[in-house]
């Protein structure tokens, strides 16, 4: 399957979008201080984002929240003024997870939600998402009229200054977000007796997560919790979860728990320190859902990365996967479009939409835990929900992701998805982030998978741009 560049140019669901020069498939992302993310980008962006919200007299709002990179020390000051300018009053939640933003932003009804993190890249990168009051991340469209303020230039934009808007901090935001996470947990259940290891990544969670776990009854062995500008992510968390497996093993934990930067994203250790990935949690909470009566649409939504083996386990079980292009935005359209409300990847983004609006690796935690402590068995046994096909992967970086617009490259896809035929599955596509091409081929034969993915990738890593204006 050829996943075409989701952005700049290429036509969406809802027609031909616009030249977007900021916003990729999960906001805006660079190197800090580096174009685009720097002080003075984040300044006019948010005067463009703040004027899409002015209606006559209304005061907007926004909030504000970042993880624990030193950038973002930066980057919010820069938000907050062009907020301020643009005549928005700004709620400031200091270090705190995307989904906790995404929650706070629509019960403080506010108009617009900012997160600043570059979820599980390097502390040296950085970002900016966007929002919607209704807790959802903005829509294309929104976007789009983003980048058209941005365009048109933001002079007109700045306020009378009886207009400009004010800026306070919410002091309770982790308190608030921790009462909230604790609340979807089973009431009738609690943690007492499990010993819990998790990882914080030294980001966004590093507060709220070990004290989710240990006030619901957990002893709790705690990882990355000691942030300090640089190191979030760096040998730690869901990228990294080898400190919490061994963490597992050392203190006989019954699970392992592993965050990413801003807390979106969730890595599983069982008890003996093997990794179980979101293909599995998302069998397992599908499962128990279907089981309780509450899994809408008996479907789940998912990408096309996630394992075969995961489709063919739903369908034994009368449920339906429905496939959408790799990002979590993605998966959330689809469901919201089809009423389903349970959906993720199986990097660890579980969408549970009865609770939340987007990938909540907290929340994800305790349905996962609520199934552990029913089951009363350890969690090797609960946690290996089906057996997975074979995958192979492979990540090649490139100078231009358009390389997959080539006739080389087409060509060359296309033979390896003949090569496969009926025994397997190809996706090949750009990173939304990075300059990669990533390829994943999954099937019965791992042999037959190793050789093909490695041709396409050679073949990638040669190929020359050039060849889309030649062949045009």
Known sequence: ??????????????????????????????????????????????MAAGSTVQRGDHRPLVVIGKDTRLSGYMLEQAMTAGFIAAGMDVVLLGPI???????????????????????????????????????????????????????????????????LGRARRLDDATGRYI????????????????????????????????????????????LGTAPDGFNINDGAGAMAPAAMQAAVREHGAHLGLALDGDADRLVVADEQGQLVDG?????????????????????????????????????????????????DRYVVERMRATGANLGGEQSGHIIL?????????????????????EAKRPASEVLSVFDPVPQVRADVRVRDRGVLDTPTVREAVAATERALADSGRLVIRPSGTEPLVRIMAEGDQPAALERVVNELAETVRTADPDEREAAS
Not at 15 to 20: A, C, Y
């Open 1 to 46: 399957m050829f996943e075409p560049n989701q952005t700049p140019t290429d036509a969406h669901e809802d027609g031909p979008r616009m030249t977007r020069r900021l916003f990729g498939t999960d906001g805006i992302r660079g190197t800090a201080n580096q174009d685009p993310v720097t002080a003075d980008t984040a300044l006019r962006l948010a």
């Open 97 to 163: 997870p995307t989904p906790a933003v995404a929650m706070l932003t629509h019960s403080l009804r506010a108009d617009m939600g900012v997160v600043i993190s570059a979820s599980h890249n390097p502390y040296d990168d950085n970002g900016i998402k966007l929002f919607g009051p209704d807790g959802y991340k903005l829509s294309d469209a929104a976007e789009d009229a983003i980048e058209a303020a941005l365009d048109a230039g933001t002079e007109q934009l700045r306020v009378a200054p009886d207009k």
């Open 179 to 222: 009462e909230f996470v604790k609340g979807t947990f089973p009431r009738h259940l609690r943690l007492d007796g499990l010993t819990v290891v998790v990882d914080s990544a030294h980001g966004a969670a590093y507060r709220a997560a070990p004290r989710v776990l240990y006030e619901l009854g957990a002893e709790v062995i705690e």
């Open 279 to 327: 293909d599995q949690l998302m069998a397992l909470i599908a499962g128990a859902l279907k089981e309780q009566g509450r899994l809408r649409g008996d479907r789940l939504v998912a990408t096309t990365m996630s394992n075969l083996g995961l489709e063919r386990h739903l369908a034994k079980l009368g449920l339906t996967l429905e496939r959408t292009p790799v990002g």
């Open 353 to 373: 939409t009865d609770h939340t609006t987007t990938g909540d690796g907290l929340i994800a935690a305790l349905q996962v835990l609520g199934v552990l402590v």
